[in-house]
């Protein structure tokens, strides 16, 4: 997908599991240099943009686009955010 998509999430309880899946990532190390991103997210005052791979995720917060962090177990959150396609 060469275009990013900004998904519009409702239901509270994936906005729950969404929100503590970013609160216990693992940050990466290295400089942040990646292709545009998949999807946009707008959680409160946050902007989070991702990039799926089959089972985990990769996003950045806007406000600090030189951090980047992993999401191992992303499945969940994947198909929350695809179902919004």
């Known amino acids: 997908m ?5 998904s519009k999430i409702l239901n ?3 906005i729950t599991t969404i929100e503590n899946a970013i609160r ?11 292709a545009n ?3 946009s997210i707008q959680l409160g005052e946050e902007s989070y943009s991702f990039w799926f791979q089959e ?3 990769t996003f950045i917060n806007e406000q600090n686009t030189e951090t980047m962090y992993k999401i191992e177990n992303a499945s969940e959150i994947i198909n929350i955010i695809r179902a919004t396609e």
């Open 12 to 14: 509270l309880k994936e």
């Open 24 to 34: 216990n990532t693992k940050k990466l190390d290295g400089i942040v240099d990646v």
């Open 55 to 57: 089972k985990s995720a």
């Open 2 to 6: 060469n275009n990013k998509m900004t």
């Open 37 to 39: 991103p998949q999807y």
